[in-house]
């Protein structure tokens, strides 16, 4: 067995070890060029002093800890560094450690600015490489030119309210996210869904069918189908590429939603023939929220991206380059700055996307073993989110528990693993992604100590 350690303790420690280094900082940034004064001196070398108290508490691994404070009641969020967190929606967006450091470098306001020239926009900003990133985040899902947005919900607007006018009808999935229906809502079109199939799978031909019934119902085309690759119920795979041949088939601009697929996975708006990445940040992407991407072709760059027209009735001001949908610039400080930190790592992830479907469905072969367990996404899995039901095992449980649905979440709580709905023993969702192999073992074997706990059948 490895060294014993506290997390929770490890977790605040340091906490109060970098809150004591960025209160030095703070004493920096206030001393004169000149040096400090005698009270930022004395209160310097106080913090300094207690250092090396903290690094060594740290060194401990163990003993008392409370709760860190970062103001008043606002408290240290320690859940990624205490438990194995399996949350459906926050695996993705943890950040990397260099995301984290860039949080902290790049914090202030409009840190992003410092060397902002003529002629005055974000995505030219050579300094730090903003320009580059977007050239690199294009190259990096297959378009010609990319805009980072402030999640992907922030994409599917610029898109829709470009594209869609009123009266317009928008095809997505009978499984579409919610933001979708407000995007099109917002621009003044209307809502179609395509069904899914039996097996929960959104297909071509339904697409194709949808789009038909709308052109005889109104007499003219959708103007945008709005696709999302994995879905945010089941995480299902559906038909992109063949959606993807429809969409051209009928002359129809194609959205292809990648909240649940671009940094994780490999994508390729070319090869799926898409006129629109849409990608979040802080979903997929290891970034801080609120961030995301929107890419397109060259063809439909020129629409999407269109600059300002407007001139000032009374001073005659123009402004030049600045792009109507983001309001001329977006992202600035730390959400972009973790975006482009954590990039490196995020594209050779999507490397490995094969790895992270087989913890997936290594984990959920486990978890079935429990007799009542059950997988309602498609399975064998193709993503690390899945919906599982747990009426036949669990809730049976939570049935004559005095905790009732609760005693699973404090069950998997003492072992460190925290993620679930609280409470939920029926129908919920997790995700694997990004756990190692040795949290998948463990995650796995913590599912059936519990089980066999409160003496359901394992197989
Ligand atoms: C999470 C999610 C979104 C919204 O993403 P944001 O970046 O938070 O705007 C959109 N579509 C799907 C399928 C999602 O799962």
Redesign the pocket.
Known sequence: MDEQINKRYLANKIFETQFALEDLRQIVREALPTGMSDEQSARFSEIVSGLGGLVEEIGAKDGQTQPVSIVGDLMCRTREEEFINIQP?QAGGRLTPEARKAVIAYGDGYSTCDSCRKPFRLDKIEKPSIAGFHTDLAEFVGMDQARVVP????GFQAVASTLVEKGDDVVVSAFA?Y??FLAVEGAGGSIREAPVNEDNILTAESVAHKIDEVKKETGKLPSLIMI?HF??LLCNEHDIYGIGKVAQEYGIPFLY?G??TVGIMPVNGKKLGADFIVG????SMASVA?S?VLATTEEWADKIFRTTQMVGDVTGRKFGIKEVEFLGCTLMGAPLLSMMASFPYVKERTKHWDEEVKKSNYFLNEFLRIEGNEVLSEFPRKHALTKVDTTNSFDKVAKTHKRRGYFFSDELKKRGIVGEFPGATRSWKLSTYGLSWDQIHYLSDAFLEIAEKYELNIN
């Open positions: 929606i999640g992907a919900r922030r996210h933001t979708e999302d879905d945010y939603n909240a649940y979040s940040g802080h979903k609120p995301g």
